[in-house]
DNA sequence: CGGCAGTTTGATGTTACTCAATTTAAGTGG
DNA sequence: CCACTTAAATTGAGTAACATCAAACTGCCG
């Protein structure tokens, strides 16, 4: 299946601008500089931001939509009195959200978890694209469908699992994805999550996230730590974390 | 925002068929019966269920897009152990998923609350509909979009929330919904859900829903008996179940 | 009247949270 | 290279929230 970027962009600005040729656009090195600077039609526009930087903040509106060119980030949904629910982490090549191609309200937050660059496309090449290619339609339903489907698994995750169960699913949900963007040796996977975004993804404290890693530690299943997932036992993962 | 119904279908067709004058199409008795019978290009098809009956099936493979016409029904995931996560109750108007428009797998399953009609749509015929239709496209998007909201809320609320606060949210959900449908006196809404349905969409026991009721009703906040909701006490309710 | 499904109530158990102290790791400036 | 600082992870003790199990109660229907 087509992935958004595969079909949407020129090829030569599929990922980052810096590693490749005939790219025509422009870096700017942080969210605001980006918001400050007029579009230009017809060049690609790419922002840089900084570990923990805020991207996106809910009702915000904007005439883009944005794409996750390197690092991780994270969507969530922020709450008055601090806490905080993270819906979604992104891996480059993800859209923040595939239905912002047809609202330009964000409902959601974004923020960095390493320094990553964003490409913005202007929602309107989108949709004239999205009109215009069949592949570029079907890529963007198939995008919808799969947020859908996820936010499904997830809702049920949440709803009716344990806290092992919980950070199991988290993590085997992870692991294709950073496979898909990483070459995996001797399954160790990158990971620059900390505890608590664990916690705050699987509706845990961090405290809670701890033991029950410990506990996958002493059990010979995993060890997570210095940004690292080592996976030793990954049937007995599949066991514990699979929705079936 | 105009909802899906009032666009893509001819105005004698909107609601139960047995309401509407100039009505063309088929009532089929039973699910069943409906799946078994071939498709007539131009007529509207309609089935009814049983209350309890299984109507969707994950995994299950369709031409048609269904929406609820009269009774309650819900979506859910099932897992293999017995324990199922409700993803949302449906009211009559409500498409089974928006995002079916776009893919013929389900993956939830449908069962009727009370006795249902369920009409059936032909995926191929919607879809030309949208192509040709900006306004029908924009209901189509504008329904996904809620979709897609309505999941983020549920995840934060499953996440992030207390027994009491996800009940509270729950029913402060449904409440408008119901009033968009029914006449409401005196902060009386029809609710045709055992505490089962309750424990199972907001991921806790049934023993344990029933006690956060009895606490609701000793506080004099409301009533859920019967079938019926009564709310006495809207801003302490909104005060504990709002997202905000 | 008996049976059944749903709800309520009580007693007890488990999971996960809270609070606080300790350890570890990663800088940073001298 | 070594204090010093700071953020993150770990550990322990006590507690709150929710689950589990079982029994009793309700209304309804045959």
């Not at 942080?30 to 007029?38: I, M, T, W």
């Not at 993270?86 to 978890?113: R, W």
């Amino acid at each position: 299946m087509a992935k958004f970027f595969e079909i949407a962009l020129p090829s030569t600005c599929v990922t980052c601008p810096h590693r490749e040729t005939g790219f025509c656009g422009t870096l700017f090195e942080s969210p605001s500089e980006y918001s400050r600077a007029d579009r230009q039609p017809g060049w690609q526009r790419f922002f840089a931001a900084r570990s923990g930087e805020q991207i996106v903040t809910r009702n915000q509106v904007s005439e883009d939509v944005f794409m996750l060119c390197t690092g991780w980030a994270f969507r969530y949904y922020q709450l008055s009195d601090g806490r905080r629910q993270i819906l979604k982490f992104l891996l480059p090549g993800d859209l923040f959200s595939s239905i912002a191609v047809f609202e330009k309200t964000f409902h959601f937050s974004v923020k960095a978890l390493t320094e990553v660059q964003v490409n913005a496309f202007a929602r309107s090449e989108i949709r004239a694209k999205c009109a215009a290619d069949p592949d570029v339609q079907s890529a963007i339903a198939n995008s919808c469908i799969a947020d859908a489907h996820d936010a499904t698994e997830l809702v049920t995750a949440l709803g009716q699992r344990s806290a092992e169960e919980r950070i199991a699913y988290l993590l085997l949900h992870l692991m294709p994805r950073v496979a898909a963007v990483n070459v995996i040796r001797e399954q160790r996977y990158p990971f620059p999550l900390r505890q608590q975004h664990i916690a705050d993804a699987v509706g845990l404290t961090p405290v809670h996230v701890s033991r029950v890693l410990s506990l996958f530690r002493d059990r010979r299943l995993l060890d997570l730590s210095d940004g690292v997932l080592k996976v030793f036992n990954l049937p007995e993962l599949e066991r514990i974390g699979s929705l079936k």
